[in-house]
């Protein structure tokens, strides 16, 4: 949801600024792609380049190689205020082109600024909301405060979301930042330094970082960090931390597509996250879910999907009743929500405003709360109770494949060890952490043996408009997710419904060759045979993703195309079944011609409500 990024560098270091930027705007693409631009403090001037699409075509229709300086700032945007156009994008600079800003989150007290602006005397060029700031900063220093002072004075006066930075020509080596709700790093170089929206943007540099909190800001030079909160200096060296990322981990290493690339690291992810899960202490996570009166999972997109899936396997394995809510719509449950529930969210970024939100309501509410994110130095991993983290690495495609597969993979580990916690409902309907073991070797087999399948499916949806997903019981979150996955990549509208619902409405769609692809688990869910009778009765093309052995009866008889799962523990198949349907959806954007990092319309992390 935009990225933003600045650096200083001192004059000496030979690291050119334009590969500095093209790398941080690269980097932080998966955030926003309706335009991209640049501010460069470049002798006694503001230099913009700015322009709607994609970094690449910025970088090479305009003369963002030659620019030269020691200090600049960078964005990448999902519009919000305003319309994806070469005035909207940022950097948005004042009336004398002297101050530039970048800006990530929505100032909800726009207008209202706007209006006090122009009423004296400032005129703007844009409709964004972020323009605001660049006059505020120049009215403050026209009644002669200092820039600082000035910056600092106009964020004062900002309502909302906001992760900014700014170059002023009269403050020529720094770059001012400041936080407030929208997540912002500081990166802490050799004679360089950055701050940005996400690591990533930076780690090629350094890996020593600061996480911002809302309500800091300050000011980095080349040689200086400077961060403040309500008027008073912030202790830097004792917030400095180093992270576990190399700069390969977020390259495309050979493959076309990040996409393709995070698909295929799914054995691996699994493999570290379940080690990682092994190794922390998550006792007291268990204890207070064990204790809770109530449990609420809640997230939003695939995160919902896996939260679905955590809540069945509470429900069917511990005989514990617990809610999946979308964190969107938390607000229909949280009067319900009191002290002594425990309320786990799950979100790969670990920044989506809706969780962020849900968690903060529900421990307003009294409950305790628990984070299962990818990114532990995250906002919601730090304003959380406990923290889950996984170890799925960065995930750059917009598309959730690897984190939703660890994802699953950590709630079932959850479950598994609360088995020992609390009486299970029956010793048959266990699931043990032992065989979670087995979900990478799975995970790897499909990859390698289930790929030509899944593309020869994809070349029969290629031509297709729609598609139902249908699932029983674990089945559902998994068809909700293959669905999701179609949709969001290969622009084919699917739908994901429990199976044995299709008959009470959506089967009035089916036609010849309409596709219908069934999810068979083979664990509470035999009925799903009949559904696969009756689509085929209607001349549905049916696919079905099926364990080897389960391949029989109805399902044999009726699958146009089967996906021969490899035989696996139950547990294991709940975490791998959605592999194929990812595999669908990435081959059918390809063969469509699109590119499945960047579907439109969407970035990787949604931080607007
Ligand atoms: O970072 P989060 O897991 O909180 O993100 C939640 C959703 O925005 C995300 O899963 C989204 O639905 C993905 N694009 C799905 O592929």
Known sequence: MCGI???????????????????????????????????????NRVVVIKDVGVVDKIISTSDFKSLEG??????????????????NAHPQVDCSGRIAVV????????????RFLADNGHVFASETDTEVVAHLIEHFKSLGLKPFDAFKKAVSMLRGSYAIAVVDLDAPSKVFFARNVSPLVIG???????????????????????????????????????IERDGVPVDVLSRVRVVEMSAQ??????????????????PYSLAQTLASLQSQDIAKALNTIANAKRIYIVGAGSSYHAALLGATAFKVFLGIDAE???????????????????????????????????LREAKERGATTIAIVNNPFSTIARESDHVVAMKAGPEIAVAATKTFTTQVLTLLYIVARLTELVEPVEAELRISSE???????????????????????AEFLLSKHSAYYLGRVFGVPIAMEGALKLKEVAYIHAEAYPAGESKHGPIALVEREFPTIFIYLGFLDEALESNVEEMKARGAYVVTVAQDDM?????????????RMPRAPLEVRLVTYAIPLQLIAYHTSVLKGLDPDKPRNLAKTVTVV
């Open 103 to 114: 800006h990530n989150g929505i100032i909800e007290n726009y207008l209202e600024l706007k």
């Open 5 to 43: 990024i600045g650096f200083a560098k001192s004059a000496s270091k030979s690291i050119s600024c334009s590969s500095i930027l093209e790398e941080g705007l690269r980097r932080l693409e998966y955030r926003g792609y309706d335009s991209a631009g640049v501010a460069v403090i470049q002798g």
């Open 70 to 87: 020691n200090v600049g700032i960078g964005h990448v945007r999902w519009a919000t205020h305003g319309r994806p156009s070469k005035v």
């Open 249 to 266: 981990s977020i390259e495309k290493g050979g493959y076309k597509h990040f996409m393709a690339k995070e698909i295929a690291e799914q």
């Open 324 to 358: 999946a809510v979308i964190s969107s719509e938390f607000k229909a449950v949280s009067r319900a929500v009191r002290y002594g529930d425990a309320v786990i969210g799950v979100s790969q970024s670990g920044e989506t405003i809706d969780t962020l939100l849900a």
């Open 551 to 563: 391949i029989v009866g109805s399902i044999a008889r009726y699958s146009d195309t089967v996906i």
């Open 188 to 226: 802490i170089g050799d004679g360089i330094n950055f701050v940005a929206s996400d690591i990533v943007a930076f780690i090629k540099y350094t890996n020593r970082v600061i996480v911002l909190n809302d309500g800091e800001l300050g000011y980095i030079s080349d040689s200086e960090v400077y």
């Open 435 to 457: 065989s979670l073991k087995l979900s990478h070797e799975i995970a790897q087999k499909v990859i390698d043996e289930l790929n030509d399948d899944c593309r020869r499916v």
